[in-house]
């Protein structure tokens, strides 16, 4: 017996082409526009099971304190209600950041660890899926998901809800891996970032404008960034845990690349050639909502 094909969550065509590299994490690419996601949508049973044992990292490094600085000092010119939402704001450290520049932060996020981090914090939560209704329309400068939209099956809807609350001539900042990037070339079926039910849809440069051009959105600035060593090194292992732990190698060497000239001044080579092919790891998008 064949399941039947789930419509794609872009574009609504049912013409799924089975990815054959990535058949046991489900991956069907859609024959219209392009979009790689998952034939199967996973109850809600098999998401509490699977994000009860996510790690909720709490330790900003100074490195991305950095970069959370140089990311901030992007959002200023959107400044005029003064209001900045994450959405899937994990431990809150981004907000936290955000806080120390005078913005009036707001978060969500699922998981007791995850909320008490961010009370903590002092940030202000509300837990589970971004619900407009909890907020005024229009009201925020900026509505910012780091890692999300990987996680939803459907991004599309999300993206309106997100769009609900961004005032007019707001910024609508996401990153979410590139499935076009160069380390799933390499890495082939091996490489870690598909991992069913935890990613369930994967962006390229192209569908990721699609989706924002679909809900009427203008391209401020789309990245492809960073060459992640974890990915590479973590291969073949998708147990979160394990994960962590290189991550704190991936941590040194970022701390050795920011303080070394030369290493730094390779970095931003290796980073522009990245970019310029579209096959950085990581996509880094800010997108403005037309004011009316
Ligand atoms: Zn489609
Ligand atoms: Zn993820």
Not at 2 to 29: D, F, Y
Not at 121 to 141: K, Q, T, W
Not at 208 to 218: D, E, P, T, W
């Amino acid at each position: 017996m064949t399941t039947p094909p789930r419509p794609c969550p872009l574009c609504g065509s049912l013409r799924n082409i089975p990815i054959a590299k990535h058949a046991a994490n489900h991956l069907v690419r859609c024959g219209d526009c392009s979009l790689v996601f998952t034939q199967l949508d996973p109850s809600v049973e098999e998401l509490v099971a699977y994000y009860t044992h996510y790690p909720v990292r709490d330790q900003l490094s100074p490195v991305t304190a950095k970069r959370y600085d140089e990311l901030l000092d992007r959002f200023e010119p959107y400044r005029r209600t003064g209001k900045l939402i994450d959405v899937g704001c994990g431990a809150g450290m981004f907000l936290e950041r955000a806080a120390l520049r005078g913005w009036e932060v707001h978060g969500t996020e699922y998981g007791d660890r995850a909320v008490a981090a961010c009370k903590a914090r002092g940030v202000g939560i509300i837990e589970g899926p971004l619900d407009p209704a909890n907020y005024a329309p229009g009201s925020f400068d900026v509505v910012c998901s780091f890692e999300v939209m990987e996680h939803l099956a459907h991004p599309k809807e999300e993206m309106e809800r997100m769009l609900k609350i961004l005032r007019p001539g707001g910024l609508l900042y996401i990153t979410t891996p590139n499935y076009a990037c160069i380390g799933h070339r390499l890495s082939g079926a091996e490489w870690n970032v598909v991992n069913y039910p935890e990613h369930l849809t994967y962006f390229t440069p192209s569908t990721l404008r699609r989706m924002a051009k679909s809900a009427g959105l203008r391209e401020r600035w789309l990245l492809t960034t960073g060459m992640s060593m974890v990915r590479f090194r973590t291969k073949r292992s998708k147990d979160p845990g394990v994960r962590s732990n290189a991550m704190a190698d991936q941590e040194a060497l970022r701390v050795r690349l920011e303080t070394a000239w030369h290493l730094k001044l390779a970095k931003r080579t290796i980073d522009g050639l990245l970019d310029l092919f579209g096959i950085g790891d990581s996509m880094k998008a800010a997108f403005e909502k037309p004011a009316q």
